[in-house]
Structure formats: structure tokens, C-alpha cells
């Protein structure tokens, strides 16, 4: 395994260029990076800092630093130790400079202000914690998605994800011998989703759950007949209301979030059209 030293710079949170980093690290399975996170760095003393840090454990450099003043004094610093220093940003704003004509205006942390979009991503936060696990049913109809799932089918975490995004997600249980909620088919606005996971899958990830709660007795919770019973009888209620189906078996949350919002866009443009 390859072990190198890996500094993400930043004059925000510095999530961009973690983000970044993930992505392409993931393609080099072989490697470990050791990580140090230099963010909010917005003066030159700290920019001094990040250089000296560089200097005893050098290794790449990633940055996110739009401030001219700033990032000259990093890259000589990275130049005169002989790292490499990549600035992530640049080739983004460098293409939206020349279609749009202008320059960008090197002010960092611009994502995060407390704008429009940062009220409605904690709305819509809000709103996933208040109706998760089929709490709240009075307020379905303001979802923008609903999904519907056996248990441990990734439902929680995939909306606090598509929350983040801005959407309001609600979820709905479905539990063996316990009709779903009869808000559940009078929705008109949301768009509803099956989530669903191969039988095998979710046994697994439920008997980690019990184990995690210190419940190892044996249940029709993992029974592989009644799991499988389980997850026919959801798809048989998917289909019996044509929800779109996403299964989640091999999908990360991320994946499993993207196909959710090509849906929605889908269904939003079929409404404007």
C-alpha cells in the first residue's frame, strides 16, 4: 500500500476539496492518505502556517483558495518545498469566466451564505426529521418525495441526503401485517418511491442492526422466509400503484439519491410541460 501525505486547503469549510479528494481517492485502492485539513484559511499568517505544516509532512496539496493574495504565497511556499499544488476550483471557474465573460469574484465561502437555498435546505432538514419513519402523516401531502420501504431499505438516511439538496423527503414503513397508511394513497403532489433490497441484503444489514442493539435472538425479522415473503409483498404494492421501483441493494446512498432526483426532475417536467 502506498502512504502518502495529503494537505486539502481551504478559506471555507472545506468541504469542496474534501469532496474532491474522496472522489479521487477512491480510484486508487491501493492508497493511504494521511490527511490535514487546513480550513478557513483567510489571512497570510495562517497561509503561513498551512506552508510550514507542508513543510514537515510534505505530500500533495489540494486548494480551494479563490483569494489571489492568498494563493500566491501557498503555491511559492509549495513550489520552494517541491510539492505539487493543485488548485480544484480553477478549471471550473476558468471555463464559467470565459462563457459568461467575466471574472469570478474571488470571495471565498460564497456556498455557504445564508441565502434562499441554505433556509430551504434547513427546511427541508426540518422537515425530514419531523416525518421520518411515517411520523407526522398530516403533513405528507408538502413532501416532495415519499419513500416507501421493508425496513432497512436505506429510507432515513437517503432522505436526510436529499434533504441537504433542499428536497422534502418523508418516509413510510411497511410493516408485515400492518396496512400502510391510508394518507399514504391519498397523496397528490409528492412523488412516491419504492425502495426495496435483495432478501439476502437486507438480512444481513438487520442482523447487524440487532446485533448493534445487543438482540441476537432469532426473529421473523431475519427469517429468510418471511423476509422474503416481505419484500414480494412491497413490490407487489409498488406495482399495484406503478410507484417507480429503485432497488438499493448494490447502491450507495448517494447513488441511490440521484436516481430519486432524475425521478423528480422527470415528474416536475411533465407537470410544466
Known amino acids: 500500500m502506498s502512504r502518502f501525505h495529503l494537505h486539502l486547503v481551504s478559506d471555507s469549510t472545506g468541504d469542496t476539496v474534501h469532496s474532491v479528494a474522496r472522489a479521487c481517492l477512491s480510484q486508487f485502492e491501493d492508497s493511504d492518505a494521511v490527511e490535514h485539513i487546513w480550513s478557513m484559511v483567510r489571512s497570510k499568517a495562517q497561509v503561513e502556517r498551512v506552508v510550514a505544516g507542508i513543510a514537515t509532512h ?28 493543485i488548485p480544484v476550483l480553477d478549471p471550473v471557474l476558468g471555463a464559467l469566466a470565459a462563457f459568461l465573460g467575466r471574472q469570478a469574484r474571488g470571495l471565498p465561502g460564497q456556498q455557504h451564505m445564508l441565502d434562499h437555498e441554505y433556509f430551504q435546505r ?25 419513500l416507501v420501504g421493508v425496513s432497512r431499505c436505506s429510507k432515513t438516511p437517503t432522505c436526510i441526503y436529499l434533504a441537504n439538496r433542499g428536497i422534502k423527503a418523508a418516509n413510510i414503513p411497511l410493516v408485515p401485517g400492518v396496512d400502510a397508511p391510508a394518507e399514504l394513497f391519498a397523496l397528490t403532489r409528492p412523488l412516491i418511491v419504492g425502495l426495496t433490497n435483495d432478501p439476502d441484503r437486507l438480512i444481513q444489514v438487520r442482523t447487524q442492526r440487532l446485533s448493534s442493539l445487543h438482540s441476537d435472538e432469532d426473529s421473523e425479522y431475519t427469517d429468510l422466509a418471511k423476509v422474503r415473503a416481505e419484500v414480494t409483498q412491497a413490490r407487489r404494492l409498488f406495482t399495484e400503484h406503478s410507484w417507480p421501483v429503485i ?19 422527470r415528474k416536475q417536467g411533465q407537470e410544466n410541460a
Request: hydrophobic share 45%; net charge negative; with cysteine.
Open 122 to 146: 434547513i427546511d427541508a432538514m426540518t422537515y425530514a426529521l419531523n416525518h421520518d419513519d411515517g411520523q407526522s402523516l398530516w403533513g405528507l401531502n408538502d413532501a416532495d418525495v415519499v
Open 247 to 265: 432497488d438499493v441493494s448494490r447502491r450507495s446512498i448517494e447513488e441511490t439519491s440521484a436516481a430519486i432526483l432524475k425521478l423528480l426532475a
Open 58 to 85: 510534505p505530500g500533495i496539496v489540494l486548494f480551494s483558495i479563490v483569494n489571489d493574495a492568498l494563493r500566491q504565497p501557498l503555491i511559492e511556499g509549495c513550489r520552494k518545498h517541491q510539492v505539487p499544488a
